[in-house]
Nanobody, 123 residues
Framework: QVQLVESGGGLVQAGDSLRLSCAAS????????MGWFRQAPGKEREFVAT????????DYTDSVKGRFTISRDNAKNTVYLQMNSLKPEDTAVYYC????????????????WGQGTQVTVSS
């Protein structure tokens, strides 16, 4: 059974930074791509960022490029999302997910999901 536990969310002001963490159980964390998605109230879940098994390949949605950085530490079974220059439109519940071997922007490619962590950015 794979479990993903996000942490690091909170209430911040526009322009501030947060780092989200996602700790994964299981011994095969390092072979899978990981992703971050978010869902704002009244909106569908959307792709934010993804990283391949060793960090060589990453992808971001356009709205966070240059502000967010995804990374991973396979020794700690943890994936991170560093979020800088936060904007009110970044307000959402952020979910991490475990995917397949290759990175993907599509939620259907991810088979395990965390419970989410709330990020609220005030103006």
């Amino acid at each position: 059974q794979v479990q993903l536990v996000e942490s690091g969310g909170g209430l911040v002001q526009a322009g501030d930074s947060l780092r989200l963490s996602c700790a994964a159980s299981g011994r095969t964390f390092s072979v899978y791509a990981m992703g971050w998605f978010r869902q704002a109230p009244g909106k569908e879940r959307e792709f934010v960022a993804t990283i391949n098994w060793n960090g060589d390949y990453v992808d971001y949605t356009d709205s966070v490029k240059g502000r967010f950085t995804i990374s991973r530490d396979n020794a700690k079974n943890t994936v991170y999302l560093q979020m800088n220059s936060l904007k009110p439109e970044d307000t959402a519940v952020y979910y991490c997910a475990r995917g397949r071997a290759n990175i993907s922007r599509y939620a259907a490619s991810y088979h395990y999901w965390g419970q989410g962590t709330q990020v609220t950015v005030s103006s």
